[in-house]
């Protein structure tokens, strides 16, 4: 049995081409259905909109979107910020640059005091991302996931 958590992001009209975006940046496969495709299109304005995007990449990530159809409240802004982290320096470094197009950089990638390569930005389409690309073991950062977990005891 497994479990997965994965970002689902919700626009009000710009999942398709957001989800074109992040195909760039990630590879992978795109899928999308739109509202009326399924069905789903109770005003003829959402007949197009993306009901589910989701996009699967090589490597495993996956992430999807949504347009919120008319009469739903849509987002205005999202206090969730999508992290991307490891050791692959090559992979999150090309994942960041092709993020970067068109972004606001809030945290340029560069050497991050615990040790690790660490950058802020937030996408074209206003979603915030981390990256964090992992220093040398002995340089990580302080703390681990036991005392996470220790605290909430």
Do not use: C
């Not at 347009?67 to 206090?79: H, I, R």
């Not at 992290?83 to 950089?105: C, V």
């Not at 690790?116 to 074209?124: E, H």
């Not at 220093?135 to 681990?144: C, E, I, N, R, T």
């Amino acid at each position: 049995m497994t479990v997965t958590l994965n970002p689902y992001i919700g626009f009000r009209t710009q999942a398709r081409d957001a989800l074109g975006f992040y195909h760039s940046v990630f590879g992978g496969e795109a899928t999308l259905t739109t509202f009326g495709e399924a069905g789903m299109a109770q005003d003829p304005a959402d007949a197009d909109k993306l009901m589910h995007g989701q996009l699967l990449a090589e490597n495993g990530l996956v992430l999807m979107v949504s347009d919120a159809p008319a009469g739903m409240e849509g987002p205005d802004v999202s206090n969730i910020s999508v992290s991307l982290s490891g050791d692959d320096e090559e992979a999150l470094t090309r994942y960041w640059n092709g993020l970067a197009e068109g972004a606001t950089i809030i945290e340029p990638l560069t050497k991050a005091p615990w040790g690790d390569v660490f950058g802020m930005l937030t996408d074209r389409f206003g979603v915030a991302w981390l990256v964090n690309i992992s220093g040398p073991a002995d340089s990580g950062p302080v703390g681990s996931a036991s005392d996470v977990s220790g605290a909430a005891g």
